[in-house]
């Protein structure tokens, strides 16, 4: 999980991981939350973001969102990517032909093909 907004309606830009098992005694799923440790500088706090698992290339992408607080540009049109082999943030510039486009409250589909 990353981002969300806080009680007093800031942006975060805090990454949880949950981790998911079963607990056989108690049969139920049980959880972790864990605060993993990163490299590289994190993305500017935001919500309405997407965030979508790209598992072939074993990374993460963190796409647009929006800020209120933010003193421009409160609706973004970032990519940010996590190395999942060794939890590094990375900022990915868009580029050629194809312009990043501002979204928030949007959706994301990873093509993994």
Do not use: Q
């Not at 500088?41 to 647009?64: C, D, F, Q, W």
């Not at 990043?100 to 993994?112: I, K, T």
Request: aromatic content about 10%; overall charge positive.
């Amino acid at each position: 999980m990353f981002g969300g907004r806080l009680p007093n309606n800031h942006a975060t830009n805090k990454l949880l991981i949950f981790t998911v098992h079963t607990d056989k005694t108690l049969e139920r799923p049980r959880f972790k939350i864990i605060k993993p440790k990163m490299i590289g500088m994190p993305p500017p706090e935001r919500y309405s973001h997407t965030i979508s698992l790209v598992p072939k290339v074993n990374l993460v992408a963190i796409y647009g969102g929006r800020n209120d607080f933010l003193p421009s540009n409160v609706i973004m049109s970032d990519l940010w990517i996590i190395k999942l082999y060794n939890m590094e943030w990375v900022r990915v510039a868009i580029g050629g032909n194809t312009f990043s486009v501002p979204r928030c409250n949007h959706s994301a589909f990873g093509n993994d093909s």
